[in-house]
T-cell receptor, first 115, second 111 residues
Framework: DGGITQSPKYLFRKEGQNVTLSCEQN?????MYWYRQDPGQGLRLIYY???????QKGDIAEGYSVSREKKESFPLTVTSAQKNPTAFYLC??????????????FGPGTRLTVL | SQQGEEDPQALSIQEGENATMNCSYK?????LQWYRQNSGRGLVHLIL?????REKHSGRLRVTLDTSKKSSSLLITASRAADTASYFC???????????FGTGTSLTVIP
């Protein structure tokens, strides 16, 4: 089965802790993305990566970090510097970047709650 | 922000009726895409329309694009209860490699 997976589905974090959200794809896509979605709102881009070992900040990168050491993996770390991290996090991938007329494939999401 | 806007924010119709939702955006685009999201789930791609296209069909979906007005519409014909979801437009600007999502329309189809 080809697809994009995220884990865990639900995550609880105490204030001051860093947490890492997993995103894996076996679609052989070059580009991967992390979005944040708040209740009743659209998606805001946190980070994206077009190729291995390269990534760019999106609109709301502060308090987050990523790595892209392997083509199939793009983990997101929510650091203690992120002041309001409670949200629904979505990972996506596409064959190439947005300019290439490709669709995005989304994972099922991780709901992060800060206690 | 280059985030697009969608209207209406919420739409409630009877099963069998048509649903129309609109998307406006701010910059020149390479393509525009529509996605669907069921509650608490990831997004699913519905249709992509390129900047040089004006209309596209896929099953019960019809998408139009007016680049002079920087707007697009999604029409779902003969709606079904299973169409209940949120619908988002996403634009791919001419420059850069990120997508920009609209604020979404929440559609409820009443059986």
């Amino acid at each position: 089965d080809g697809g994009i997976t995220q884990s865990p589905k639900y995550l609880f974090r105490k204030e001051g802790q860093n947490v890492t959200l997993s995103c894996e794809q076996n679609l052989n896509h070059d580009a991967m993305y992390w979005y944040r979605q708040d209740p009743g709102q659209g998606l805001r881009l946190i980070y994206y990566s077009q190729i291995v070992n390269d990534f760019q900040k999106g609109d709301i990168a502060e308090g987050y970090s990523v790595s892209r050491e392997k083509k199939e993996s793009f983990p997101l770390t929510v650091t203690s510097a992120q002041k309001n991290p409670t949200a629904f996090y979505l990972c996506a991938s596409s064959i190439r970047g947005a300019a290439s007329n490709n669709e995005q494939f989304f994972g099922p999401g991780t709901r992060l709650t800060v206690l | 922000s280059q985030q697009g806007e969608e209207d209406p924010q919420a739409l409630s119709i009877q099963e069998g009726e048509n649903a129309t939702m609109n998307c406006s955006y701010k910059t020149s685009i390479n393509n525009l895409q529509w996605y669907r999201q069921n509650s608490g789930r990831g997004l699913v791609h519905l249709i992509l329309i390129r900047s040089n296209e004006r209309e596209k069909h896929s099953g019960r979906l019809r998408v139009t694009l007016d680049t002079s007005k920087k707007s697009s519409s999604l029409l779902i014909t003969a709606s079904r209860a299973a169409d209940t979801a949120s619908y988002f437009c996403a634009t791919a600007p001419n420059t850069g490699n990120q997508f920009y999502f609209g604020t979404g329309t929440s559609l409820t189809v009443i059986p």
